[in-house]
């Protein structure tokens, strides 16, 4: 499908639209929907979900758009196979994207976007990454609030020298490091301009059986970071009551407060606290899932510009959300180690999962429970999905 100009001018050039496919059709693809008809630069041409359920209920809702005419496949393989889309969001849980997006990147797809975080392993995560070298697939990794205008500002006024040196950063976190923090760890290393993380020290307490989507994680984390630029920074999880995506950053000259929509500083010239509320482009800060639909409209508009070559790169590019989880994973490791951490880290496997097989970290209160997973899509959970 070509996306035509509002005044039909032949003349004018016209966008082809990019064919995009969903595998798993739960929460987090209904933002990957919303990015790509907010971008206008997709159609979404197939979905795949083992509930026909799931997929019933993204057709009720989005049948009006135009740029939404999918087939449905409850087998993502027939998916990647019949459909071929040029687009592949991998959507489903940690512990299968590399499953589904090894698949995809060998499916003749352009690019994929795989959500965050990259995978259940280091080992798994580059395994995605050699499978889309090899097929010379673009890779993106779902971090969408680098496509905040609150973060991007926050970095341009780090870059500007509005508080001089970074020396720390903080954030608090909930529901497991993995799940939660591997956003923190990004965005941490996006807030410095990419620089490298070298260290990480950190500690992890797990007396009860917790696990997020599938995952295992931990009750509790205190996690410190070092970077190259002399930065370090700090995740608190459940160590306090607080959590959320607002990150302090305190520097030699001032001092920035960074949350979803606004940007706090205060500086020798701020006189006090000053906001700032940086415009958005998708949707209105305030309005529900606010961050969602800007970030996944910016972070597909931005991969379709990639694909065309109309961008030189993507901010989400596969090795940024590779050091995302490297950054998480150095901290079981170094729990597990008892050690400093320095970074690249060679542990291929989940240093959780290492840990709780040596038999250390043993569980106090038995009973396996996850904080994220929700009941089967069914006829009697109608209206517990997708809304
Ligand atoms: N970027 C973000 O802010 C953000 C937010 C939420 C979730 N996530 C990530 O997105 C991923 C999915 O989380 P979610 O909350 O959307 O989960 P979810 O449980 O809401 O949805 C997952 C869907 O995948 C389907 N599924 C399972 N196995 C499948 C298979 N083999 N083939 C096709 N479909 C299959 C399930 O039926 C379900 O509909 C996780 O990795 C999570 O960490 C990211």
Known sequence: MLKTNDRNDPAETVTPMLRAGIIGCGDVARQH????LKSERFEVVALADVSAQAMRGFDRRYAGSAAYHPQHFIDYKELLKQANPEVVSVCVWDKDHAAVAVAAAASGAKAIICEKPMADSLGAAAEIIAACRASGVKLVVGHQRRFLPSFNLAKRMIADREIGDVRMMTAYAHDGLPNFSSHQTDIFRYLLGDVECT?????????????????????????????????????FLELTPEWGWTTRIYGTEGMIECGLTDVRVMNAKSRGWKVHEPASEFARPGEDRFEYIEGNAA?????????????????GEAMNGYKALEMVHAVYESARTHTQVWLPIKTRVNPLELMVAEGHLQVRYPGKYDVRARPPHSEATEGLHNT
């Open 299 to 315: 972070q597909a508009r931005e991969l379709a510009d990639w694909i065309s070559g109309a961008a030189p790169g993507h901010r």
């Open 33 to 36: 929907m919303e990015g790509y």
């Open 199 to 235: 260290w990480v020290m950190g500690s992890v307490e797990r007396e009860t059986d917790r696990w997020a989507r599938a995952t295992r994680i931990e009750d509790k984390a205190l996690a410190a970071f070092g970077f190259a630029s002399g930065a370090q920074a700090m995740i």
